[in-house]
């Protein structure tokens, strides 16, 4: 009997003493301290393999488990097997949990707003959300989802609970450092470096190695200037040599007889043109003639001069007639054309002329109101 109040007094005076718990160890390393398999050291500190089952709470209240110091709340360092909840396989795996039961979340995450009291999602695992397949998700207000990956297919989801592709993102999207923080076009994408399609290793801004379709171009309005772009020899596209060689524009305006209209503005200065000008009637007859055109503003060094031209009649007489009237003024005239819906055959005659180095203008000499269009090409 004395022996055991002794033994008593002395467990006592160890617990008073070094205010240290042990249980199943007499070397406790911390305020309380289970050495689960019961095989620390009797002194200094565990070794990895001893302390793997070993749970402690320490001086700062700080709990670990497989972990002598713990540095957090719940702090556990597992040693080649889960830390479980539930069954399952747990080698090599940090954290395992399981729920039996069918359909029903894994974990969940949640938090109450300050303002209403609701409890809202901010991560879950398969939380019953949007029914169907379960998923990962992630998300900051009541029924979002900022973050979702659909645990059957694996699809990825941005904005969007129930993704459709590996990757749908439902919004802008900004790619790279260059354009962190510039927002993105609306359910556009801002990225930056290179772009490759089909290619692990683009070379270009966009580099597409296979065949390219464009289904539908918009057509340049008006006199608007158009560029012309070549492939070289590695399908690289180019403008032409020069930033203005092949430029193109093109209108069409329609003048009645003895009117005048703009067929044409906005050219460059200091280009030199081929202009192709043509005129249709009712009947099927086109003349087509050609122009040299010079743009230089600086003396009113501009002009126009015809060059020849082609019409589609039965006659032999299939050229025009020039009468170069001054530097800026050119007057044709068309022969054997077939009267047609009232007009004679002198309906195609017209007169272009140069005001200003940037303008070409049409006089309607005929005696029917027609269409007159200009196909304006820059060549040097």
């Known amino acids: 009997m004395k022996k055991n109040l002794v033994i008593l007094a002395m467990m006592l005076f160890s617990v008073i003493a070094f205010s240290q718990v042990g249980i199943n160890t007499t070397n406790p390393q911390a305020i309380f301290h289970i050495d689960g398999a019961k095989d620390n050291p009797v002194t200094g500190t565990p070794n990895d393999a001893q302390m793997a089952n070993d749970f402690i709470v320490a001086s700062t209240g700080w709990v670990g488990i497989g972990n002598l110091t713990p ?94 592709n590996s990757l749908s ?38 580099d597409v190695a296979g065949s390219t ?56 200065n200091t280009g030199t043109y081929k202009a192709a000008v043509s005129v249709v009637n009712s009947c099927g007859r086109i003349a087509v003639a050609e122009y040299y055109v010079t743009s230089n503003a600086f003396n009113n060094a501009f002009a126009i001069k015809g060059v020849d031209g082609l019409l589609n009649t039965d006659t032999t007489s299939k050229g025009p007639t020039f009468t170069e009237v001054n530097r800026s003024t050119t007057s044709v005239v068309w022969s054997g054309i077939p009267n047609c819906s009232g007009a004679t055959g002198g309906a195609f005659n017209y007169t272009l002329t140069m005001p200003s180095a940037d303008i070409i203008n049409v006089t309607n000499n005929g005696d029917a109101t027609l269409d007159y269009r200009i196909i304006l090409t820059r060549i040097f």
């Open 213 to 268: 379709r464009v289904r539908t171009m918009d057509v340049a309005a008006g006199a608007t200037i158009i560029t012309p772009v070549y492939s070289d020899t590695n399908g690289v596209l180019n403008k032409a040599v020069s930033n203005t060689y092949g430029t193109v524009i093109n209108n069409t305006v329609t003048v009645a007889p003895g009117g005048l209209g703009i067929l044409v503005t906005g050219i460059s």
């Open 71 to 164: 540095s957090a709340n719940l702090h556990i360092l597992n040693r080649g097997n889960a830390t479980s909840i539930g069954s399952g396989e747990a080698t090599n795996t940090g954290l395992l949990i399981e729920n039996p039961v069918t359909n029903s979340a894994l974990l969940s995450i949640l938090r109450t707003t300050g303002t209403t009291g609701v409890k809202q999602l901010v991560m879950g695992i398969n939380p019953n959300f949007n029914g169907n397949n379960g998923v990962f998700a992630m998300t900051r207000t009541p029924g979002g989802t900022d973050f979702a990956m659909d645990l059957t297919s694996g699809n990825v989801g941005i904005a969007t609970g129930s993704p459709a």
């Open 169 to 206: 993102v439902n919004g802008n999207t900004s790619i790279g450092n260059g354009y962190a923080g510039t927002v993105a076009p609306t359910n556009g994408a801002i990225i930056q470096g290179n772009v490759g399609i089909a290619t692990n290793a683009p070379t270009n801004t966009l």
